[in-house]
């Protein structure tokens, strides 16, 4: 029994723009990983000071990385739904 596809696939009108915006979003992490590598490698006595809650700054920056990509993540999703709806609705249907 063949089946054909689940939905009529169309061009993404928003390609390029959600492309963009991945672009410069991973551009964004990279810097702030880059910054925890750098402290790792050139300061890593900074790695041991305690900052909030009684966690090392080690510990705070590495799970300030990971909620960071969460969020920029879910942002992410975000602004490539609006961007979808925004293009590539069909004229006369909302």
């Not at 029994?1 to 390609?15: S, T, V």
């Not at 723009?17 to 964004?28: A, E, H, M, Q, T």
């Not at 961007?83 to 909302?94: A, C, Y």
């Given at each position: 029994?063949?089946?054909?596809?689940?939905?009529?696939?169309?061009?993404?009108?928003?390609?390029n723009?959600?492309?963009?915006?991945?672009?410069?979003?991973?551009?964004?992490y990279?810097?702030?990983?880059?910054?925890?590598?750098?402290?790792?490698?050139?300061?890593?006595?900074?790695?041991?000071?305690?900052?909030v809650?009684?966690l090392?700054?080690?510990?705070?920056?590495?799970?300030?990385?990971?909620?960071?990509?969460?969020?920029?993540g879910?942002?992410?999703h975000?602004?490539?739904?609006n961007?979808?709806?925004?293009?590539?609705?069909?004229?006369?249907?909302?």
């Open positions: 029994m063949l089946h054909g596809p689940a939905a009529k696939l169309e061009d993404d009108k928003a390609a723009r959600k492309s963009r915006l991945g672009l410069k979003l991973f551009f964004v990279a810097t702030i990983y880059a910054g925890f590598v750098i402290i790792g490698v050139f300061r890593p006595e900074l790695m041991g000071i305690r900052v809650w009684g090392n700054l080690a510990i705070f920056y590495g799970f300030g990385l990971i909620l960071l990509a969460i969020v920029m879910f942002l992410s975000l602004a490539c739904s961007l979808e709806r925004k293009l590539n609705h069909k004229e006369g249907s909302r």
